[in-house]
């Protein structure tokens, strides 16, 4: 059974919007920090955005001013509201823990990315 399920993914054009939805367990909800990773064709898994069980938030340089990670405690569901895109946003986002930015579950399925015109 997967530990986290991410959602919302798809085909957007440069400039557009989406918002990618991470749901997972209470009890993985109520202990760990979280986050949004991706990897895109040829590259490293990287953590893009991070968000603490009190709510503090931090980004990669990249995405700072355009992506916004959120949680929302009553359905144990972390957001990344990701505004502006751009061709280099491409990439397939995974949710997982963000503890000392340190990912220990096993991977869900991800979601794919793709801004393109």
């Known amino acids: 059974q997967a530990q986290v399920v991410e959602s919302g993914g798809g085909l957007v054009q440069p400039g557009g919007s989406l918002r990618l939805s991470c749901t997972t367990s209470i009890r993985i909800f109520s202990i760990y920090n979280l986050g949004w990773y991706r990897q895109g064709p040829g590259n490293q898994r990287e953590l893009v955005a991070a968000i603490s069980r009190l709510g503090s938030t931090k980004y990669v340089d990249s995405v700072k001013g355009r992506f916004t990670i959120s949680r929302n405690v009553a359905k144990n569901t972390v957001y990344l509201q990701m505004n502006d895109l751009k061709s280099e946003d491409s990439a397939v986002y995974f949710c997982?823990?963000?503890?000392?930015?340190?990912?220990?579950?096993?991977w869900g399925q991800g979601t794919q990315v793709t801004v393109s015109s």
């Open positions: 997982n823990t963000a503890q000392d930015d340190v990912a220990f579950l096993p």
